[in-house]
């Protein structure tokens, strides 16, 4: 017989099915696909639950609401609440959860079925190998923004070594300066600065919600000295010319939103996706402005969507006609960073 683990097996609950949710803090944002409020349903586990009968509830669960991934989400979630590692959840299956992370463990489970992203959910998002702070004020990090900070590390290290040994008998003067234009969660900059040494970095953002959290990671990190934040539009708030223009911009198009994954549509702030009708408004005003702020020899790196290298390199060829452009794929062969060397 197989044991009881969720109430909902053995003793359903009034109803199971979605109901709609009332007094959403931002009914604005919390809408399905098509404009419907998003809905939720109560899911209980049982008393006296184990680590490893709650996995597998709340796995099923996210299952059967066309979560993704579940196992790992519920991993995620379950080591969360406990205050331990995936390694450690297996290697204790037996132990009980208290009424407290049953209760925890209820409402993760219920909003990520909302598809809530799991990053909002437990508050941070790995990314370069270093823990980010995030909340619904930012984007979430992603994979292959990665790229974006490994071109960025790649200028640097020329920099430096050209700082070091020189090159026919000439070396550069003064701070490798790198502009991050939308910065977001701060996860570029953090990371190209702790993956140098010499890097001085301006973090923008419009958006001074966001730059409190870029702020909250810089702090983590304990890179404070290594960051400036500005707050305006693209590289209007910049002081000075710099040698790397880095930026991965709103780039969504219009007609591309409701084909987004809900738990983008719903949750992730529309103001760092949206890019207008062709979703290049921004990108197109930063290659406009980029010759203006750029040092000679300079770089520009932005990241595109997938569709996007062809149209943004006619428009740097426009900014820059003497200058070196490259589309460059991601390691899944989509188009992903347009390489600007003037």
Not at 72 to 89: I, K, P
Not at 198 to 217: K, R, W
Request: aromatic share 6%; net charge negative; hydrophobic share 40%.
């Amino acid at each position: 017989m197989t044991p009881e683990f969720a109430k909902e097996r053995s003793q359903p609950v009034k109803s199971n099915e979605w109901l709609v949710v009332n007094g959403s803090k931002d009914r604005s944002r919390r809408q399905a696909p098509g404009g419907q409020p998003l809905q939720a349903f109560q899911w209980h586990l049982a008393d006296n639950t184990t680590a490893g009968l709650a996995l597998v509830a709340a796995t099923q669960r996210l299952t059967s609401n066309g979560v993704d991934s579940p196992k790992l989400d519920s991993e995620v979630l379950l080591g969360y609440v406990l205050g331990c590692t995936r390694a450690q959840l297996y290697a204790h299956p037996d132990r009980l959860l208290t009424e407290d992370e049953r209760q925890c463990l209820e409402r993760l489970v219920v909003r990520r079925c909302q598809h809530e992203p799991v990053a909002y959910l437990v508050g941070e998002k790995a990314f370069y190998g270093l823990d980010f702070i995030v909340d619904q004020r930012v984007l979430i990090p992603r994979p292959e923004t990665e790229l974006l900070v490994d071109m960025v590390l790649d200028v640097a290290l020329q920099y430096d070594a050209l700082r070091s040994n020189g090159r026919n008998g000439s070396k550069p003067s003064g701070r490798f300066l790198v502009a991050d234009i939308g910065t977001g969660s701060g996860a570029v900059s953090v990371a190209v600065a702790a993956n140098t040494e010499t890097a001085f970095i301006y973090a923008v953002d419009i958006s001074q919600d966001a730059l409190e959290v870029a702020q909250a990671n810089t702090r983590r990190h304990g890179l404070e000295h290594r960051i400036q934040f500005l707050a305006g539009d693209l590289l209007a708030p910049l002081p000075e010319p710099v040698d790397v223009i880095a930026a991965n911009l709103p780039y969504v198009a219009t007609h591309e939103w409701r084909d987004l994954a809900p738990g983008i549509v719903n949750y992730e702030p529309t103001q760092a996706l949206l890019g207008g009708a062709d979703g290049l408004d921004f990108i197109r005003s930063l290659l406009e402005q980029a010759p203006s702020y750029l040092k000679p020899g300079g770089v520009v790196l932005l990241e595109v969507g997938a569709s996007q290298g062809s149209a943004v390199g006619e428009m740097a060829r426009r900014s820059f006609p003497h200058a070196l452009i490259e589309v460059l794929t991601d390691y899944a062969f989509r188009e992903r960073i347009v390489r600007i060397q003037t």
